[in-house]
């Protein structure tokens, strides 16, 4: 699985995509695949405030619930509504049309995050691990 | 393949056996006047149509649920491994105990001289209990562990209030039973995760370095962790969190572990529940209700909910009069029947009973350890209590995932492990056979997993076309959670 180097990633296992002030932030192909398939996805409201690594939702797989965590701080202004209906496409598509939420991220906070080189080898140690 | 304990046969919906006219009743001839029900009720409360209910005969009801009931696995069939559920025996002792009338048919609002009996049965559980946990006190009221866990979350968010000391964290290690960061935020609190050390214990470390913020109320840890794995560092652990002036918080859906041998008021414990229709052996699942109580410390007891049962000389009373309680958590006093029949488990098996329990639960785990540690990969080595949790690794290898493995165990008639918990290892097989079983039964139990563990390496496709004996083969789970069917329709079949 190569990842896509648009963007960056953080070691929970969460991408982020900057755009000027705005980040798209959904989970990485390696953490949809630990999850299996997923049934529900509970993402924050509207209008909340993220902080960076907080907690920002749940998605539900047949194993687990399992909590995602903020890769950037900032104040949501949007979340994919498609995935009430097709949970499925955090597993078919996680990169894309599987995205999460999208944030008017606070400056500077996607600092130290990995690049998709880094995160494959950080993958590459974990499952060493 | 040995399928004699699978159950192969179907039964369909009792919509199937309808058969228009047919009824289970019959009526004695009117001695009034008849009244036209479409006249009377109209307008009021007549439906035009009631479409789909089914016509069937007394025998048809009585036939389909009870092979309903008998496509059903329970303790009373065979060994029941759910890690974490501590799926033991019910004794009948128990259940003679709690159909007794004056036990039975009690109402919770008689007056207490009527009750003094089952007042008396509580105050003596609550010593029990008292005694086992090395606590201060108990509440009886909670209803399952879960509840248990709030109204112990409740009573330290109280002692914070109390001691004019709000604070808003709680500490919860990456192992934990997930009801535990539930509680918390339930109860008002943010959740912050500690990543256990690579053996699978709490991270003192860790600890010590998110208790420097002064916002921590409690640290929440299950004891032996849901690894099966003793806490060694707990005292060290209760006593850095006092320090702080935070509590500590023991999940006790392992109690069973060590009842008779360690005691969680001696390790630091400020609040611990205990889960009756585990460690104490009444029913569980749908067999239930469940019941949580909940052990304080000395520096909780003021937050007890109401009421508690106090003695005076020869008389009981239900004491209201506690300025600093939580308030009632429950209706009445909790679920009673649970509590008679965990006090009879206790005082059938008495204090070197309990602990043969629990020797004999740690025993019955190593054994099955013992038995399939060379066909499956242990991720945590350290010593296993009451329970002991493989993953499947080696299996993946093959390409054969544990919940097939768990598919294939039902070819063999016996309940699945628990799967996929604790969240730290991947593919997890988390296997707790309980005291209840002999030696015959737990063998019956490896032969199977290390036949499973052969067809794996040999025939890894037979695994993952599992069940085969069941009444339905493999069920669409995906689709069932997320377009689950939740009433029948006749365009549904």
Same mark, same amino acid.
């Given at each position: 699985m190569s990842y896509p180097e648009d963007r960056r990633y953080a070691k929970s296992h969460e991408w982020v995509l900057v755009d000027g002030n705005t980040a798209t932030i959904g989970i990485t192909s390696y953490a949809q695949e630990q999850l299996g398939d997923v049934v529900f996805v509970e993402l924050p409201a509207v209008g909340s405030t993220l902080e960076r690594d907080g907690a920002m939702g749940n998605i539900e797989s047949v194993k687990a619930v399992s909590e995602v965590f903020a890769p950037v701080a900032g104040e949501v202004v949007?979340?994919? =509504?498609?995935l009430e209906a097709r949970p499925e496409l955090l597993n078919t598509d996680p990169h894309g049309e599987g995205w999460l939420v999208r944030v008017n991220m606070a400056? =500077?906070?996607?600092?130290n995050l990995l690049t998709a080189a880094e995160y494959e080898a950080f993958l590459a140690e974990e499952g060493a691990h | 393949m040995n399928g004699a304990r699978g159950r192969a046969r179907r039964e369909g919906v009792i919509f199937d056996r309808s058969s228009p006219g047919r009824v289970g009743y019959q009526l004695p001839p009117l001695e009034v006047p008849p009244a036209d029900v479409r006249q009377t009720l109209a307008g009021v409360a007549l439906r035009g149509e009631i479409e789909e209910l089914p016509e069937v005969s007394e025998v048809d009801v009585l036939r389909h649920f009870h092979r309903l009931s008998q496509l059903n696995y329970s303790v009373d069939e065979g060994l029941y491994p759910l890690g974490s559920c501590t799926m033991k025996y019910n004794p009948r002792l128990n259940e003679e105990l709690a159909r007794l009338p004056g036990l039975a048919?009690?109402?919770?609002?008689?007056p207490e001289e009527q009750v003094q009996g089952a007042l008396e049965l509580m105050w003596e559980l609550e010593q029990a209990l008292v005694a086992i946990t090395g606590m201060a006190r108990v509440t009886?009221?909670?209803?399952a562990g879960a509840h248990g866990e709030l109204t112990g979350m409740l009573m330290v968010r109280a002692a914070c209030r109390d001691r004019n000391s709000p604070r808003s964290t709680v500490l919860i290690p990456d192992?934990?039973?997930?009801?535990n960061p539930a509680t918390a935020v339930f109860a008002g609190f943010k959740v912050v995760e500690i990543a256990s050390t690579s053996a699978g214990t709490l991270d003192l470390h860790a600890l010590a370095r998110h208790l420097?913020?002064?916002?921590?109320?409690a640290l929440m840890v299950t004891v032996p962790n849901t690894l099966g794995v003793?806490?060694?560092e707990i005292a060290r652990a209760a006593a850095m969190l006092h320090e702080r002036g935070a509590f500590l918080y023991i999940?006790?859906?392992?109690?069973n572990a060590f009842v008779g041998i360690a005691q969680p008021g001696a390790m630091g414990a400020d609040v611990m529940h205990i889960n009756l229709h585990k460690t104490f052996s009444t029913p569980h699942g749908g067999g239930g209700p469940g019941a949580g109580p909940v052990a304080v410390s000395q520096a909780l007891v003021?937050?007890?909910?109401?009421p508690l049962v106090e003695r005076t000389g020869d008389r009981w009373t239900l004491s209201?009069?506690?300025?600093k309680s939580i308030g009632k958590?429950?209706?009445?006093?909790?679920?009673f029947g649970m509590l008679v029949r965990a006090l009879a488990y206790i005082r059938s098996l008495g204090r070197d009973g309990l602990k043969a329990m629990a020797e004999g639960a740690v025993l019955n785990a190593n054994y099955i350890r013992k038995g399939l540690e060379e066909d499956y990969h242990l991720p945590y080595p350290g010593a296993s209590l009451h329970e002991v949790v493989f993953d499947d690794s080696r299996q993946l290898a093959h390409g054969v995932k544990n919940v097939d493995i768990a598919k294939r165990l039902l070819d063999y008639g016996f309940h699945p492990p628990t799967m996929s918990?604790?969240?730290?290892?991947?593919?997890a097989l988390m296997i707790e056979p309980t005291e209840s079983d002999g030696v015959e039964e737990l063998d019956a139990f490896i032969a199977a997993m290390r036949q499973i563990a052969r067809e794996c390496r040999e025939n890894p496709e037979l695994v993952r076309g599992?069940?085969?004996?069941?009444?339905?083969?493999?069920?669409?789970e995906v689709r069932a959670a997320r377009s689950p069917i939740l009433r029948w329709r006749r365009s549904s079949r």
């Amino acid at each position: 699985m190569s990842y896509p180097e648009d963007r960056r990633y953080a070691k929970s296992h969460e991408w982020v995509l900057v755009d000027g002030n705005t980040a798209t932030i959904g989970i990485t192909s390696y953490a949809q695949e630990q999850l299996g398939d997923v049934v529900f996805v509970e993402l924050p409201a509207v209008g909340s405030t993220l902080e960076r690594d907080g907690a920002m939702g749940n998605i539900e797989s047949v194993k687990a619930v399992s909590e995602v965590f903020a890769p950037v701080a900032g104040e949501v202004v949007e979340v994919n =509504g498609a995935l009430e209906a097709r949970p499925e496409l955090l597993n078919t598509d996680p990169h894309g049309e599987g995205w999460l939420v999208r944030v008017n991220m606070a400056p =500077g906070s996607d600092a130290n995050l990995l690049t998709a080189a880094e995160y494959e080898a950080f993958l590459a140690e974990e499952g060493a691990h | 393949m040995n399928g004699a304990r699978g159950r192969a046969r179907r039964e369909g919906v009792i919509f199937d056996r309808s058969s228009p006219g047919r009824v289970g009743y019959q009526l004695p001839p009117l001695e009034v006047p008849p009244a036209d029900v479409r006249q009377t009720l109209a307008g009021v409360a007549l439906r035009g149509e009631i479409e789909e209910l089914p016509e069937v005969s007394e025998v048809d009801v009585l036939r389909h649920f009870h092979r309903l009931s008998q496509l059903n696995y329970s303790v009373d069939e065979g060994l029941y491994p759910l890690g974490s559920c501590t799926m033991k025996y019910n004794p009948r002792l128990n259940e003679e105990l709690a159909r007794l009338p004056g036990l039975a048919q009690l109402h919770p609002l008689q007056p207490e001289e009527q009750v003094q009996g089952a007042l008396e049965l509580m105050w003596e559980l609550e010593q029990a209990l008292v005694a086992i946990t090395g606590m201060a006190r108990v509440t009886l009221q909670p209803a399952a562990g879960a509840h248990g866990e709030l109204t112990g979350m409740l009573m330290v968010r109280a002692a914070c209030r109390d001691r004019n000391s709000p604070r808003s964290t709680v500490l919860i290690p990456d192992s934990a039973h997930g009801t535990n960061p539930a509680t918390a935020v339930f109860a008002g609190f943010k959740v912050v995760e500690i990543a256990s050390t690579s053996a699978g214990t709490l991270d003192l470390h860790a600890l010590a370095r998110h208790l420097e913020g002064g916002d921590v109320a409690a640290l929440m840890v299950t004891v032996p962790n849901t690894l099966g794995v003793f806490e060694p560092e707990i005292a060290r652990a209760a006593a850095m969190l006092h320090e702080r002036g935070a509590f500590l918080y023991i999940d006790g859906a392992n109690l069973n572990a060590f009842v008779g041998i360690a005691q969680p008021g001696a390790m630091g414990a400020d609040v611990m529940h205990i889960n009756l229709h585990k460690t104490f052996s009444t029913p569980h699942g749908g067999g239930g209700p469940g019941a949580g109580p909940v052990a304080v410390s000395q520096a909780l007891v003021e937050y007890l909910p109401v009421p508690l049962v106090e003695r005076t000389g020869d008389r009981w009373t239900l004491s209201y009069h506690r300025p600093k309680s939580i308030g009632k958590v429950r209706g009445f006093y909790g679920n009673f029947g649970m509590l008679v029949r965990a006090l009879a488990y206790i005082r059938s098996l008495g204090r070197d009973g309990l602990k043969a329990m629990a020797e004999g639960a740690v025993l019955n785990a190593n054994y099955i350890r013992k038995g399939l540690e060379e066909d499956y990969h242990l991720p945590y080595p350290g010593a296993s209590l009451h329970e002991v949790v493989f993953d499947d690794s080696r299996q993946l290898a093959h390409g054969v995932k544990n919940v097939d493995i768990a598919k294939r165990l039902l070819d063999y008639g016996f309940h699945p492990p628990t799967m996929s918990f604790p969240l730290i290892v991947h593919g997890a097989l988390m296997i707790e056979p309980t005291e209840s079983d002999g030696v015959e039964e737990l063998d019956a139990f490896i032969a199977a997993m290390r036949q499973i563990a052969r067809e794996c390496r040999e025939n890894p496709e037979l695994v993952r076309g599992a069940p085969y004996t069941t009444p339905v083969r493999r069920l669409d789970e995906v689709r069932a959670a997320r377009s689950p069917i939740l009433r029948w329709r006749r365009s549904s079949r």
